[in-house]
Protein backbone atom coordinates (compact mmCIF):
# COMPACT_ATOMS: atom_id res chain seq x y z
CA UNK A 1 0.00 0.00 0.00
CA UNK A 2 1.10 3.85 -0.49
CA UNK A 3 1.40 6.30 2.38
CA UNK A 4 -0.62 9.74 1.01
CA UNK A 5 0.00 12.92 3.03
CA UNK A 6 -1.64 16.40 1.94
CA UNK A 7 -1.01 20.41 2.63
CA UNK A 8 -2.94 22.05 3.74
CA UNK A 9 -5.80 19.68 5.32
CA UNK A 10 -7.86 22.24 5.56
CA UNK A 11 -8.37 26.44 4.38
CA UNK A 12 -10.45 29.15 3.94
CA UNK A 13 -9.80 31.50 1.33
CA UNK A 14 -11.10 34.72 0.18
CA UNK A 15 -12.26 34.89 -3.45
CA UNK A 16 -9.86 35.53 -5.93
CA UNK A 17 -7.16 34.57 -4.35
CA UNK A 18 -5.05 30.82 -5.21
CA UNK A 19 -3.94 28.06 -3.03
CA UNK A 20 -1.29 25.19 -3.62
CA UNK A 21 -2.14 21.70 -2.33
CA UNK A 22 0.56 19.72 -1.60
CA UNK A 23 0.32 15.45 -2.19
CA UNK A 24 3.23 13.43 -1.10
CA UNK A 25 3.54 9.52 -1.44
CA UNK A 26 6.10 7.32 0.59
CA UNK A 27 7.15 5.81 -2.44
CA UNK A 28 7.60 6.01 -6.27
CA UNK A 29 4.35 6.01 -8.49
CA UNK A 30 4.07 6.88 -11.96
CA UNK A 31 0.61 8.15 -12.02
CA UNK A 32 -0.97 10.68 -9.93
CA UNK A 33 -4.58 11.48 -9.95
CA UNK A 34 -6.22 14.56 -8.46
CA UNK A 35 -9.97 14.68 -7.80
CA UNK A 36 -12.68 16.92 -6.25
CA UNK A 37 -15.71 15.44 -3.88
CA UNK A 38 -17.66 18.50 -3.38
CA UNK A 39 -20.47 18.46 -0.97
CA UNK A 40 -22.58 15.26 -0.13
CA UNK A 41 -21.56 14.65 -3.95
CA UNK A 42 -18.90 11.76 -5.41
CA UNK A 43 -15.65 12.28 -7.05
CA UNK A 44 -14.72 13.99 -10.13
CA UNK A 45 -11.18 12.93 -11.37
CA UNK A 46 -9.47 16.45 -12.22
CA UNK A 47 -6.49 15.43 -13.91
CA UNK A 48 -4.08 12.89 -14.30
CA UNK A 49 -0.54 14.11 -13.27
CA UNK A 50 2.69 11.76 -14.88
CA UNK A 51 6.20 13.00 -14.22
CA UNK A 52 7.75 14.94 -16.99
CA UNK A 53 5.34 15.63 -18.68
CA UNK A 54 2.23 17.91 -18.71
CA UNK A 55 -0.97 16.43 -16.86
CA UNK A 56 -3.97 15.34 -18.47
CA UNK A 57 -6.62 17.36 -18.07
CA UNK A 58 -10.86 15.85 -17.89
CA UNK A 59 -13.21 17.32 -19.66
CA UNK A 60 -14.47 20.49 -18.06
CA UNK A 61 -11.08 21.25 -16.01
CA UNK A 62 -8.39 23.27 -17.33
CA UNK A 63 -4.74 23.67 -16.59
CA UNK A 64 -5.21 27.67 -16.17
CA UNK A 65 -7.54 27.31 -13.36
CA UNK A 66 -6.32 24.22 -12.05
CA UNK A 67 -2.28 24.12 -12.73
CA UNK A 68 -0.68 21.39 -11.53
CA UNK A 69 3.52 20.22 -10.95
CA UNK A 70 4.52 16.82 -10.82
CA UNK A 71 8.94 17.31 -10.10
CA UNK A 72 9.60 13.87 -8.91
CA UNK A 73 8.05 10.75 -8.50
CA UNK A 74 7.00 11.37 -4.57
CA UNK A 75 5.74 14.50 -5.32
CA UNK A 76 2.62 16.86 -6.58
CA UNK A 77 0.76 20.05 -6.19
CA UNK A 78 -2.11 21.48 -7.47
CA UNK A 79 -3.01 24.67 -7.57
CA UNK A 80 -7.24 26.47 -7.50
CA UNK A 81 -6.51 29.64 -9.12
CA UNK A 82 -8.63 32.51 -9.10
CA UNK A 83 -10.90 30.77 -6.16
CA UNK A 84 -14.66 31.64 -6.14
CA UNK A 85 -17.42 30.39 -3.59
CA UNK A 86 -17.91 26.96 -6.41
CA UNK A 87 -14.39 25.96 -5.93
CA UNK A 88 -15.18 24.97 -2.08
CA UNK A 89 -14.55 21.18 -1.83
CA UNK A 90 -12.48 18.34 -1.07
CA UNK A 91 -9.57 17.73 -2.88
CA UNK A 92 -7.76 14.29 -2.76
CA UNK A 93 -4.97 13.13 -4.49
CA UNK A 94 -4.60 9.58 -5.24
CA UNK A 95 -2.41 6.82 -6.27
CA UNK A 96 -2.38 3.41 -7.83
CA UNK A 97 -1.38 0.55 -6.25
CA UNK A 98 1.06 -0.62 -9.02
CA UNK A 99 2.13 -4.10 -8.56
CA UNK A 100 1.44 -4.64 -5.12
CA UNK A 101 -2.45 -4.07 -5.54
CA UNK A 102 -3.44 -3.54 -9.47
CA UNK A 103 -5.43 -1.01 -9.94
CA UNK A 104 -6.52 -0.15 -6.75
CA UNK A 105 -5.97 3.64 -5.87
CA UNK A 106 -4.84 4.89 -2.69
CA UNK A 107 -5.99 8.25 -1.94
CA UNK A 108 -4.70 10.96 0.62
CA UNK A 109 -6.64 12.06 3.63
CA UNK A 110 -7.28 15.13 1.48
CA UNK A 111 -7.64 18.90 1.64
CA UNK A 112 -10.81 20.65 2.49
CA UNK A 113 -11.42 23.95 1.18
CA UNK A 114 -13.96 26.94 1.82
CA UNK A 115 -13.87 30.00 -0.55
CA UNK A 116 -15.74 32.95 1.14
CA UNK B 1 -15.91 5.93 -22.28
CA UNK B 2 -16.79 4.55 -18.95
CA UNK B 3 -19.46 5.36 -16.75
CA UNK B 4 -21.17 4.33 -13.57
CA UNK B 5 -24.26 4.50 -12.16
CA UNK B 6 -25.58 3.95 -8.46
CA UNK B 7 -29.15 3.67 -8.26
CA UNK B 8 -30.06 4.50 -4.64
CA UNK B 9 -28.65 7.79 -3.49
CA UNK B 10 -29.52 6.90 0.46
CA UNK B 11 -30.11 3.30 1.70
CA UNK B 12 -31.61 3.12 5.41
CA UNK B 13 -32.06 -0.10 6.76
CA UNK B 14 -32.15 -1.91 10.09
CA UNK B 15 -29.38 -3.54 12.34
CA UNK B 16 -28.80 -7.12 11.35
CA UNK B 17 -31.06 -6.95 8.05
CA UNK B 18 -29.72 -7.88 4.92
CA UNK B 19 -28.72 -4.82 1.82
CA UNK B 20 -28.03 -4.59 -1.21
CA UNK B 21 -26.62 -1.75 -2.88
CA UNK B 22 -26.86 -1.21 -6.54
CA UNK B 23 -24.00 -0.55 -9.29
CA UNK B 24 -24.27 -0.38 -12.90
CA UNK B 25 -21.58 0.50 -15.48
CA UNK B 26 -20.65 1.24 -19.19
CA UNK B 27 -17.94 0.65 -20.72
CA UNK B 28 -16.96 -0.96 -24.34
CA UNK B 29 -14.22 -2.66 -23.37
CA UNK B 30 -13.18 -4.95 -20.20
CA UNK B 31 -13.41 -3.57 -17.01
CA UNK B 32 -12.14 -4.02 -13.05
CA UNK B 33 -14.79 -2.96 -11.06
CA UNK B 34 -14.64 -1.41 -7.28
CA UNK B 35 -16.71 -0.60 -4.10
CA UNK B 36 -14.47 1.94 -1.97
CA UNK B 37 -16.19 2.93 1.35
CA UNK B 38 -15.85 6.20 2.99
CA UNK B 39 -16.94 5.79 7.24
CA UNK B 40 -17.88 9.50 8.32
CA UNK B 41 -14.90 12.07 8.61
CA UNK B 42 -12.24 9.38 7.60
CA UNK B 43 -10.55 8.98 4.48
CA UNK B 44 -11.85 6.98 1.29
CA UNK B 45 -10.64 3.13 1.53
CA UNK B 46 -10.58 0.49 -0.80
CA UNK B 47 -13.91 -1.87 -0.05
CA UNK B 48 -13.75 -5.03 -2.57
CA UNK B 49 -12.35 -5.62 -6.00
CA UNK B 50 -12.91 -7.56 -8.97
CA UNK B 51 -10.43 -7.54 -11.56
CA UNK B 52 -10.41 -11.63 -13.06
CA UNK B 53 -11.12 -14.81 -11.82
CA UNK B 54 -14.21 -15.44 -9.47
CA UNK B 55 -17.26 -13.27 -10.25
CA UNK B 56 -18.14 -13.10 -6.36
CA UNK B 57 -15.80 -11.40 -4.16
CA UNK B 58 -15.70 -10.71 -0.83
CA UNK B 59 -14.55 -8.05 1.72
CA UNK B 60 -13.06 -8.98 5.44
CA UNK B 61 -16.35 -7.69 7.23
CA UNK B 62 -18.64 -9.83 5.18
CA UNK B 63 -19.51 -7.51 2.30
CA UNK B 64 -19.71 -9.63 -1.29
CA UNK B 65 -19.94 -8.61 -5.15
CA UNK B 66 -20.73 -10.13 -7.65
CA UNK B 67 -19.73 -8.85 -11.10
CA UNK B 68 -22.49 -9.77 -14.27
CA UNK B 69 -21.46 -8.56 -16.91
CA UNK B 70 -24.28 -9.61 -19.43
CA UNK B 71 -26.43 -7.25 -16.94
CA UNK B 72 -23.26 -4.49 -16.70
CA UNK B 73 -23.78 -4.82 -12.94
CA UNK B 74 -21.78 -4.78 -9.60
CA UNK B 75 -23.79 -4.88 -6.82
CA UNK B 76 -22.90 -5.15 -2.96
CA UNK B 77 -24.29 -6.93 -0.53
CA UNK B 78 -24.26 -7.70 2.82
CA UNK B 79 -26.60 -10.37 4.69
CA UNK B 80 -26.19 -8.88 7.95
CA UNK B 81 -25.29 -5.22 8.88
CA UNK B 82 -24.54 -3.74 11.84
CA UNK B 83 -24.50 0.05 13.22
CA UNK B 84 -20.56 0.53 11.71
CA UNK B 85 -21.47 -0.20 8.41
CA UNK B 86 -22.87 3.22 7.99
CA UNK B 87 -20.88 5.02 5.58
CA UNK B 88 -20.92 5.97 1.94
CA UNK B 89 -20.41 3.58 -0.46
CA UNK B 90 -18.48 4.19 -4.19
CA UNK B 91 -19.08 1.76 -7.09
CA UNK B 92 -15.90 2.74 -9.18
CA UNK B 93 -14.72 0.98 -12.31
CA UNK B 94 -11.60 1.51 -14.41
CA UNK B 95 -11.74 0.25 -17.70
CA UNK B 96 -8.57 -2.72 -18.95
CA UNK B 97 -7.01 0.51 -21.58
CA UNK B 98 -7.89 3.36 -19.55
CA UNK B 99 -4.36 3.59 -18.00
CA UNK B 100 -5.57 3.07 -14.58
CA UNK B 101 -7.93 5.88 -14.66
CA UNK B 102 -11.10 5.38 -12.10
CA UNK B 103 -14.36 6.68 -12.67
CA UNK B 104 -16.85 6.95 -9.74
CA UNK B 105 -20.09 6.80 -9.15
CA UNK B 106 -22.30 9.28 -6.98
CA UNK B 107 -22.20 7.10 -4.19
CA UNK B 108 -24.74 5.52 -1.85
CA UNK B 109 -25.30 6.04 1.50
CA UNK B 110 -25.91 3.68 3.77
CA UNK B 111 -27.40 4.66 7.27
CA UNK B 112 -28.11 1.33 9.45
CA UNK B 113 -30.86 2.13 12.38
CA UNK B 114 -30.79 0.20 15.93
Known amino acids: SAVISQKPSRDICQRGTSLTIQCQVD?????MFWYRQQPGQSLTLIAT?????????ESGFVIDKFPISRPNLTFSTLTVSNMSPEDSSIYLC?????????????FGPGTRLTVL | AQSVTQLDSQVPVFEEAPVELRCNYS??????LFWYVQYPNQGLQLLLK??????LVESINGFEAEFNKSQTSFHLRKPSVHISDTAEYFC????????????FGAGTRLFVKA
Open chain 2, 92 to 103: AVSESTGGFKTI
Open chain 1, 27 to 31: SQVTM
Open chain 1, 49 to 57: ANQGSEATY
Open chain 1, 94 to 106: SVEGRTEAPFEQF
Open chain 2, 27 to 32: SSVSVY
Open chain 2, 50 to 55: YLSGST
